[in-house]
């Protein structure tokens, strides 16, 4: 070589590239120690490892090992793919959701195994998508104070990442670090994330991070540290939004949190939470929030919340005691099923804004404490608002089979007796004040079989009431006037009777109950969509005109062949007796309009008369 700074050759004659610039590569032979006339030259070229445009690296073309990025060429982004190889998948369009191109669009990532270690020079404010992805050999990233922005996938992959300054960084993107099994950052003293205020969805998922501060952290993605195993200490911000999935199995064991919302998942499955304290006024604990945190035997509510969604604390079985919040409160659908809770305390202004399904389903026995609150009192087995006019829950684990009503409640509470295993029958005090029962009040009562309501009252009935007690068959609904949606489906009722003039029936409200075989129901009665679909009706009477029939709603009535169609007036809904096979008269002189396929399918229908029908 005339230029060993650029280009040496060895004694095998392989020509290696040093550096850039230009050499000439000379041939000579040499036979017994003489020199043989045959020669022979080239001129060789070396360019820059670093392809640089406009400031920009675009790509590494070097051998890797210890790359060291030069500071000297004013780059101030590494450029997308800039360190990892892709395959250039020219059948995709290259638009994006906008309609936009970009040729990145078409790039499918693949890696790269030759770098162990990159300095990044000063001036550096972006690693863009993709720049490092999949670098297999990679353990170590210094980063200058320039460095603000960690693009989507930049390091995702990088299993054996361990380090990386992330002091400055102010922003981190979508699966930034997902699946680097290795980053601990232990070596430069753990990872520091103390000015980051956005990070992207499952950014550090899969990590081996131990300790993160996250206390300018507003801005949070699905999943941003989820599966972090050993991720056992996270201090939160007071402005750290808690995103979906957030620590879902990971291995945090107490958490401060700020926001005034946690959303679904967001510690789902951390089996090494012990404690749990919620600083400000809560709007929505998530449905899962706490799921599975079968070491959680700690919750403080220092303020308000507003809503405990859905299973939120579901299986925390270590879970004791809880003080319910200092204000108004719903409680979703098995929001503490399975816990351990052996003690509920309501504080002096804890209000019941509703429950849902069951929220202590599966809770063996557990005592209330209303000492201190001014709403409710506890006679018994049951919890009541002060005036006595709500039973607002029948207390878990209670072996009673059966319970009589006092006579000055007004409304059973949603979800009060749901799920309860023991409670065979339902009775009400003489002089009953009943006019409602809520949402899911007795659903999944398995044991019910009776519910004998008083004689004298109007009562509305609200959706899902008792949806789910299979045994349940004798109930009279004569002094019914409202049956909410899905409130009788999987039950044994065999016979409705519902005679009040303008009775309404919801949305699938007997759907599917095969041992259902009569109905009655009252003048101008309103059957709602799929009410009686998939029965085993028989027959449909009225007690006077004006009925208006819904969507489906005796849909696939197998069984069905008499019903009072002179009764029915107006419209007839689409699919209203679709599948009706033992139908063979059908006379509607009061049907003005009839829905598509309002008949479809009664494969004995052999007579059919609508001398004032409209519209079709």
């Known amino acids: 070589s005339s230029n060993p700074r650029v280009a040496t050759v060895d004694e095998n004659g392989v020509v290696t590239a040093i550096g850039e610039g230009s050499a000439r590569i000379s041939l000579q032979i040499t036979i017994d120690g003489k020199t043989s006339l045959l020669a022979a030259r080239c001129s060789v070229e070396v360019k820059s490892e670093f392809v640089i445009e406009n400031r920009k690296l675009v790509a590494y073309k070097g051998y890797g090992g210890e790359v060291v990025i030069p500071d000297d060429e004013g780059i101030y982004e590494i450029g997308a793919y800039a360190f990892s190889h892709y395959y250039l998948d020219r059948d995709k369009s290259g638009k994006d959701e906008n309609g936009e191109y970009d040729f990145d669009l078409k790039k499918d990532p693949l890696g790269n195994d030759t770098i162990t270690s990159v300095i990044i020079p000063e001036g550096v404010t972006t690693i863009a998508k993709y720049a490092f992805y999949n670098c297999s050999k990679l353990t170590d990233v210094t980063l200058p104070e320039t460095c603000k922005t960690i693009s989507a996938s930049a390091f995702a992959n990088c299993e054996y990442l361990v380090n990386i300054n992330l002091d400055d960084v102010t922003v981190i993107s979508d699966y930034a670090f997902q699946n680097n099994e290795s980053l601990t950052c232990d070596d430069i003293g753990g990872i520091n994330l103390s000015n980051v205020y956005a990070i992207g969805k499952e950014a550090f998922a899969g990590s081996r991070l131990s300790e993160v501060k996250l206390t300018n952290l507003s801005r949070t993605s699905e999943g941003a540290f989820s599966n972090c195993k050993y991720l056992e200490k996270v201090e939160l911000g007071p402005k750290t939004r808690v995103a979906a999935n957030m620590f879902k199995d990971s291995a945090v064991k107490e958490i401060v949190i700020y926001s ?305 169609f002179a009764d029915i007036s107006g419209v007839i809904g689409a699919r209203a007796f679709l599948g009706c096979i033992k139908l063979t008269d059908v006379d509607i002189p009061n049907v003005t309009e009839l829905g598509a396929n309002a008949f479809s399918d009664c494969s004995s229908l052999k007579n059919f008369k609508a001398e004032n029908l409209v519209i079709i």
């Open 260 to 564: 005034d919302m946690i959303s679904d998942s967001a510690f789902q499955g951390c089996s090494k939470l012990t404690k749990v304290i919620l600083k400000n006024d809560v709007t929505y604990l998530g449905a899962n929030a706490f799921y599975g945190c079968k070491n959680l035997t700690q919750v403080v509510f220092e303020n308000d919340c507003e809503y405990i969604a859905k299973q939120a604390f579901y299986g925390c079985e270590k879970l004791k005691s809880i003080t319910l919040p200092d204000g108004k409160v719903y409680i979703g659908d098995n929001a503490f099923t399975l816990t351990g809770l052996t003690s509920l305390v309501f504080s002096k202004n804890t209000v019941i804004n509703g429950m849902g399904t069951a929220p202590f389903d599966k809770v063996s026995k557990m005592d209330v404490d209303v000492s201190a609150s001014d709403y409710y009192k506890v006679d018994g087995n049951a919890i009541y608002t002060k005036d006595g006019e709500c039973l607002v829950l029948y207390l878990p684990g209670s072996p009673a089979t059966s319970f009589t009503v006092p006579a000055g409640v007004k409304s059973i509470g949603p979800g009060a007796f749901a799920s309860h295993a023991y409670i065979s029958s339902i009775d009400f005090a003489p002089g009953s004040l009943l006019e409602s029962i809520g949402h899911g009040a007795f659903a999944n009562c398995m044991a019910l079989t009776t519910v004998n309501l008083p004689a004298n009252n109007i009562i509305t009935i609200e959706g899902a009431a008792f949806k789910g007690a299979e045994l349940l068959k004798n109930i009279n609904l004569k002094n019914v006037k409202y049956v909410g949606e899905e409130a009788f489906v999987e039950t044994a009722i065999t016979s409705v009777n519902m005679t009040l003039e303008g009775v309404e029936i919801g949305t699938k409200a007997f759907y599917d109950l095969r041992k259902l075989v009569s109905a009655n129901l009252g003048k101008g009665a309103i059957i709602g969509t799929a009410a009686f679909s998939k029965t085993g009706l028989v027959s449909v009477s009225f007690v006077g005109g004006g009925v208006t029939v819904g969507t489906s709603a005796f849909e696939g009535c197998s069984a069905l062949n008499t019903v009072d």
